[in-house]
C-alpha cells in the first residue's frame, strides 16, 4: 500500500518552502492535507507525526538508524557527537560517556549552580528596573534568559560562568553565532546536498581554515572551543577531581580529550538554545493567556503564604505545585524547542508503517509540532491549556 503524495517535498518544494521560511507550517500540513498521519513529502522522504509510528521508529533496538540528516549537526565535518552520531554503536557509547556527568552527586550539584545564578538573574532584573518614577524603561526578558542558560551551562560544564549576567552582553558574540549556525543548518538539513557540497570544499587546501570555527579565534563558537580547550589543559586528571563540573567524572575514566571536547561544546551549543526557547516560549504562553497568569499566580501566593517554597523554588518544592508543573508540561507540549525532522532510516528489507509498505531505505522525518497536535491531547490541542495535565489519565 503506498503512502498518500504530497507533491511540495521535490527539491524544488523544499528550496521554496525554505525561503518561505515556513517548513513547520507546511509540514504540519503536509500530514493534514489527506486525512493521514503519514505523508510523502518527497521522491524518498515521509513524514510522520503519529504517536504509535514515532514510538514504533525510535523503539531501543530499533532497526531504523539515522538519515544523513545528522551529519548537519556536526560542529566541524570531522567532529562527530552525541547529536550528530549516526552509527548505533558509537552512538551508545558517547551517550554512556556523557551520562556520568549526570548522575549521583553531579545532579545535586546542577540544581546549586542552576539556583546561584537564578537569584543573580532577578537581582539585575530588579537593578535594572529601578528607574526614576515615569521614567520609560525597557527590558528584554528574551535576551536575559539567554544570558541566564548560557552562564548556567558554563558553569557547570567548566567551573565558572562566561559572565553573560554581569557584563549584561553576549560575550565573544557566542550567542551571534549560534544563531547564524541555527539557520545554515536549518538550510543544510532541508538540503542535505548542500551539505555535502560543504563538506567537500572544506577538504580543500585553507578553505576549511577560512570556513570553521578555530580555537585561536577571537570571537564567536571558536572562541568558545579555545576556552573548552584551555580548560580541558589545566585540568589535568589529579586536579580535576577537586574541580565541581561536567569535567570531573571524565577524570576517572579512560576518554580521550576531543572525546570531552566535542561532547562540553555540544552540551553548551545545543542545551543553551534549546532551554532558551522552552523558557521563552512557555514563559510568553503563561502571560498571553490572563486566566493561566492568576491561576499560577495565586498558586504561587499560597505557597509563599505557607512558606513551603524556597526563592528560587526547589525541585522537590516544585513536584507539589500541580499547576506550574502543568504549565511547564503545556509550554514543552506547545512550544517543542527541537523542531526539526530528525529523520531515520527504514531497515534494508523494508517495513510496515501504520499499515503502510514502506521499502527499505525511505527517510522516515518526524513532525514534531504536529505530534503535539494529536488529538489524545483532547479536543483544543491548538490550545495553550495547562489543566489538560491535571488529570488521573496517565495514557
Known amino acids: 500500500m503506498e503512502a498518500p503524495f504530497c507533491d511540495f517535498g521535490t527539491l524544488l518544494g523544499k528550496y521554496v518552502s525554505l525561503v518561505a521560511l515556513e517548513d513547520f507550517d507546511l509540514w504540519t500540513f503536509s500530514g493534514n492535507l489527506y486525512g493521514s498521519p503519514l505523508a510523502r513529502i518527497g521522491p524518498n522522504t515521509l513524514l510522520t507525526d503519529s504517536p504509535e509510528a514515532t514510538r514504533q521508529i525510535v523503539a531501543f533496538r530499533s532497526p531504523y538508524v539515522r538519515a544523513p540528516l545528522f551529519d548537519t549537526l556536526r560542529i566541524t565535518p570531522d567532529t562527530t557527537n552525541i547529536v550528530a552520531e549516526r552509527d548505533p554503536k558509537q552512538h551508545k557509547r558517547l551517550k554512556q560517556m556523557m551520562s556520568t556527568g549526570y548522575t549521583g552527586n553531579n545532579l545535586h550539584h546542577m540544581e546549586d549552580v542552576t539556583d546561584k545564578h537564578i537569584k543573580h538573574w532577578l537581582l539585575r532584573i530588579h537593578e535594572s528596573l529601578q528607574t526614576e518614577p515615569r521614567a520609560a524603561s525597557t527590558f528584554d526578558i ?4 539567554q544570558y541566564l542558560t548560557v552562564d548556567i551551562i558554563t558553569d557547570l560544564m567548566l567551573g565558572n560562568a562566561l559572565g553573560y549576567l554581569d557584563s549584561n552582553r553576549d560575550v565573544h558574540d557566542f550567542l551571534e553565532d549560534i544563531k547564524t549556525g541555527n539557520m545554515i543548518c536549518q538550510v543544510f538539513a532541508t538540503l542535505p546536498e548542500l551539505n555535502r557540497l560543504f563538506i567537500a570544499f572544506t577538504r580543500l587546501p585553507y578553505i576549511g581554515q577560512l570556513a570553521l570555527p578555530k580555537a585561536k579565534d577571537k570571537r564567536g563558537l ?22 565541581k563540573s561536567l569535567l570531573r567524572p571524565y577524570s576517572h575514566q579512560d576518554f580521550h580529550k576531543d572525546e570531552v571536547e566535542s561532547a562540553l561544546i555540544v552540551t553548551l551549543v545545543a542545551g543553551s538554545d534549546t532551554t532558551t526557547t522552552a523558557i521563552q516560549s512557555t514563559l510568553l504562553a503563561i502571560i498571553s493567556n490572563a486566566s ?7 498558586e504561587n501566593d499560597a505557597a509563599i503564604a505557607l512558606d513551603s517554597v524556597s526563592r528560587p523554588v526547589r525541585n522537590s518544592e516544585m513536584l507539589h505545585l500541580a499547576y506550574l508543573t502543568a504549565c511547564m508540561l503545556e509550554g514543552f507540549r506547545k512550544h517543542p524547542p527541537v523542531a526539526q525532522l530528525r ?14 509498505n514502506v521499502p527499505g531505505g525511505t527517510y522516515v522525518g518526524f513532525n514534531a509540532w504536529g505530534l503535539q ?15 489538560r495535565w491535571l488529570t488521573e489519565d496517565h495514557e
Open 142 to 145: 528574551g535576551r536575559r534568559i
Open 222 to 243: 571558536g572562541r568558545i572551543i579555545g576556552i573548552i580547550r584551555d580548560t580541558l589543559g589545566v585540568q589535568d586528571h589529579e586536579s580535576a577531581r577537586d574541580v
Open 292 to 298: 493561566v497568569y492568576h491561576t499560577l499566580q495565586a
Open 343 to 356: 529523520e531515520r532510516v527504514v531497515p534494508p528489507q523494508g517495513n510496515t508503517i501504520l499499515g503502510y
Open 373 to 387: 497536535l494529536n488529538p489524545l491531547f483532547g479536543e483544543d490541542p491548538e490550545a495553550f491549556r495547562p489543566e
